[in-house]
């Protein structure tokens, strides 16, 4: 399974946001999340705890800070500085300090990047959390089925999930944000199924964000069962959003 031992880490191609550069903000020995996704390309979060540290926030900036000068002063570009790693980013306890830091040295070295945040959106609800977020380039933010039930199954969330908390919350973004959600099966689910993919599509209408991501598996996965879909059918799924002017973007 995939696993970020460093703060910073590449710059590596991402298929959805070019020339990252990526940041974890969790446990470099282990992984730490509120999500248990089936598809995690970090394996199960019961098989990654040798660590629960979080780094500090001036071992962020000292790290963030060295990568940026040396990629610039060497002439490698960098398209996105990119949150993800080992888990859920805000859960970090100085997530909004962090934006403040990376913006500034974004300014600094990238001016023209992006700052991007893949976040499952459980902590929207916490007014520090949903600020920070609105004020990245690209908040990235999953929803990846249309029922806690399909939800329970796909990211066996911890705590007291509940999709309609969750919408409601997004819904003061007023669009200003990127929705993410993975398109998979198993012989247990299917969030593709006609009358799931209805409910999710009028959540894209009730939230109107300004982009959709859409994908499927494309690394190795701690459930083995399950299947991807093509980009063709991807399409399909979202065809009558796309017939009524959402921008999305498809990633098989």
């Given at each position: 399974m995939l696993h970020f031992d460093d703060i910073v880490f590449g710059p590596i191609f991402s298929r959805r946001l070019g020339s990252s550069l990526g940041v974890n903000l969790l446990p470099s020995?282990?992984?730490?999340?509120?999500?248990?996704?089936?598809?995690?390309?970090?394996?199960?979060?019961k098989d990654g705890r040798g660590d629960n540290v979080f780094p500090r926030l001036d071992a962020i900036e000292a790290a963030l800070e060295e990568k940026m000068s040396k990629a610039a002063a060497e002439g490698v570009p960098v398209d996105s500085v990119t949150f993800s790693g080992n888990g859920e980013p805000t859960l970090?306890?100085?997530?909004?300090?962090?934006?403040?830091?990376?913006?500034?040295?974004?300014?600094?070295?990238?001016?023209?990047?992006?700052v991007s945040v893949l976040s499952n959106a459980t902590l929207v609800g916490r007014p520090e959390i949903a600020e920070a977020l609105m004020r990245v380039d690209n908040p990235i933010l999953k929803i990846d089925a249309s029922s806690d039930e399909l939800i329970g199954k796909i990211n066996k969330p911890a705590g007291g999930y509940r999709l309609a908390d969750v919408v409601r919350h997004l819904k003061a973004f007023d669009?200003?944000?990127?929705?993410?959600?993975?398109?998979?099966?198993?012989?247990?689910?299917?969030?593709?199924?006609?009358?799931a993919l209805a409910a999710w599509m009028d959540i894209v209408r009730e939230l109107r964000p300004r982009e959709v991501m859409v994908y499927t598996i494309d690394r190795e996965t701690p459930d083995k069962s399950l299947e991807k879909y093509t980009v063709d059918e991807m399409r399909a799924f979202v065809q009558p959003l796309l017939d009524e002017g959402f921008k999305i973007q498809i990633r098989g």
């Open positions: 020995k282990g992984k730490l999340c509120n999500f248990d996704c089936v598809y995690c390309e970090c394996g199960w979060n970090h306890p100085d997530f909004p300090q962090v934006i403040d830091v990376t913006l500034r040295l974004r300014d600094k070295y990238f001016p023209s990047a992006k669009g200003r944000f990127v929705l993410q959600t993975m398109f998979l099966k198993s012989p247990d689910f299917d969030t593709a199924a006609p009358e």
